[in-house]
């Protein structure tokens, strides 16, 4: 059975995503890879990078993206008001733990202007033109979104199993909010409560709020 994953590019240069997106298509040139992830198929998404972050976002979700690949230089042609690293923080603020990585060939720069997690950084002309680099940046694709796919799973079976005890004990229940927060902005972040408020609400208002969580988990 094929595993097909979405993969959204965001560029402001018609030429890289035209680069990009075959090889992206490409099967693994190792034997090792290719039986590894023989499984594995990337179906390729552009993403408009003169839309503002907030759109770009609601396309993830529109789109139900499984990982995107985002351009440093986002803002070179002055097409973006953003670059690659603002956005990828803005999609960290609004889904957790979303699989993402920030393409660029100006590595120095990057790391000396901006704060990125550097194993989220890949090496555009590496990634074009080594192919067994390429190898190495599709399996980190497909193994983080297999990640955020298991540890999504894993909180829904601890909130589910969680759930009849609700109310027995204060630890019981800020766990319960907790591993709800997570699942809610893993599933749709952009209007999530906070913990702090949650723990605010009477508790029939918090039991409603998890049971909606409830229900939208039993329909995916």
């Known amino acids: 059975m094929k595993l097909e994953f979405k993969i959204g590019i965001i560029d402001d240069s018609l030429e890289k995503i035209a680069t990009i997106k075959p090889l992206l298509l490409a099967k693994p040139v190792s034997a090792k890879k290719q039986g590894k992830y023989s499984n594995r198929k990337f179906n390729v998404f552009e993403l408009d990078p003169q839309k503002s972050m907030n759109e770009v976002i609601g396309d993830i979700y529109y789109e139900k993206l499984d990982c995107m690949l985002i351009d440093y230089k986002l803002d070179s042609f002055s ?17 957790y733990n979303f699989p993402m990585f920030i393409l660029t060939s100006h590595e120095d720069e990057l790391f000396n202007k901006e704060v990125c997690n550097v194993y989220q950084v890949l090496d555009f002309e590496l990634y074009t033109n080594e192919e067994f680099e390429r190898d190495e940046v ?13 540890q999504k799973k894993e909180w829904e079976k601890e909130l589910k199993d969680l759930m009849p005890q609700a109310g027995i004990s204060e630890k019981i229940d800020s766990k319960i909010i907790e591993l709800d927060s997570k699942i809610e902005k893993s599933i749709d972040g952009r209007s999530a409560l906070s913990d702090e408020l949650k723990r605010e609400l009477k508790s ?12 939208i988990l039993n329909e995916e």
């Open 79 to 95: 097409i973006s008001e953003y670059n690659g690293v603002d956005l990828a923080t803005k999609i960290e603020e609004t889904l």
């Open 138 to 150: 599709h399996g980190k694709i497909i193994e983080q979104i297999q990640m955020f796919k298991k």
């Open 204 to 215: 029939d208002k918090l039991m409603s709020l998890m049971e909606k969580i409830e229900q």
